[in-house]
């Protein structure tokens, strides 16, 4: 009798475990998630197997204390903006997706959720295109004005550009090249407005420029690459270019190549023909 109540309880406590097993099977965890960040706005997405749950996100810096972030308590979406949340900016943060299970008294270790990578947006934020305006200086120089993208940071009323918050972390880079030649150039400037030098009067250039911050790791470091603009440095151009100079000089000495080719051959042409004839005159010659 004894043996059956074991085997029963036993049967019992196996069925009960399936359960649990089966329970927390049917939670569904927040899976892939990823941080999109542009512009210091910063947005945690994730996927759901399709169910009636809903999701709260949590958010901590570092070794920090996990705080629930506003806007995404018991949501439905699978997207949280967390812009305001992960502040300061240089600090690395990481997420928690929590699967809410509605009244059922669950055990806090036995919580459905998952955890995000780390994120840092002040090392990781994308930086989309700049715009920028070029405007001619002198016969040898043009000025760049590239104006400082906003950000999805505010500061009382204020909102701040990428120059306010990277400060001298943020660089320019500048690529240009002469219209018609394929040679790029490229400066880096740790200003905002920048002087392009060591142009060639009256030529055109053409400018494209990109946010650029050295101190970032490498994936991060570029920001988007600006649409083209082009203008002519003032002055006159200065007769030949030294690639059409280069060019120049090839066809010159591609002509007297040909020149010197054409007369060997002519020569030797010439000498066959007066030996062939001379070879006629002894064939004319041996019959008489
Ligand atoms: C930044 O942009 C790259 C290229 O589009 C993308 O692969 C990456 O996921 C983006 N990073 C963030 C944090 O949005
Ligand atoms: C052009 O302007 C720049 C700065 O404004 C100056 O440094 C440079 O000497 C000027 N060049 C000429 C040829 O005037
Ligand atoms: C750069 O452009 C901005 C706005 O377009 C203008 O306010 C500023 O005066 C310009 N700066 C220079 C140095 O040209």
């Known amino acids: 009798m004894a043996a059956l109540t074991a085997l029963l309880s036993l049967g019992m406590c196996l069925c009960a475990g399936s359960i649990t097993t089966a329970e927390e099977l049917s939670v569904p965890r927040a899976e892939k998630l990823r941080w999109i960040s542009l512009d210091f706005k910063t947005v945690l997405t994730w996927t759901t197997q399709p169910s009636e749950h809903t999701y709260t996100v949590l958010f901590a810096p570092d070794d920090g204390d996990w705080t629930e972030s506003h806007d995404c308590i018991e949501i439905t979406d699978t ?30 270790d036995e919580q ?18 700049v715009r920028f305006a070029v405007r001619p200086v002198n016969e040898s120089t043009v000025t760049i004005n590239i104006t400082d993208t906003l950000t999805a940071i505010h500061e009382g009323t204020k909102q701040l550009t990428i120059r306010d918050v990277l400060r001298s972390d943020l660089k320019y880079k500048i690529t240009y090249y002469k219209a018609g030649s394929t040679g790029k150039r490229e400066v880096i400037s740790a200003s905002s407005v920048a002087e392009v030098s060591k142009l060639d009067a009256g030529e055109e250039y053409c400018f494209i420029v990109a946010a650029f911050v050295p101190s970032r790791p490498k994936e991060a470091q570029h920001g988007g690459w600006s649409s083209q603009q082009c203008t002519q440095v003032q002055g006159t151009a200065q007769g030949l270019s030294l690639g059409a100079l280069v060019g120049v000089i090839f066809i010159v000495i591609t002509v007297l190549i040909i020149s010197i080719v054409v007369a060997v051959l002519c020569c030797n042409c010439c000498r066959q023909r007066n030996k062939s004839f001379q070879t006629a005159q002894t064939t004319v010659q041996i019959p008489i």
Not at 113 to 119: A, G, V
Not at 122 to 127: A, F, P
């Open 79 to 108: 997207e949280c903006d967390l812009t305001h949340d992960l502040q300061p900016l240089n600090r690395a943060y990481s997420a928690d997706i929590q699967t809410n299970t509605g009244g059922f008294a669950y055990d806090e």
């Open 112 to 129: 459905a959720h998952t955890y995000s990578s780390l994120f840092n947006p002040y090392r990781e934020s994308n930086i989309s295109a």
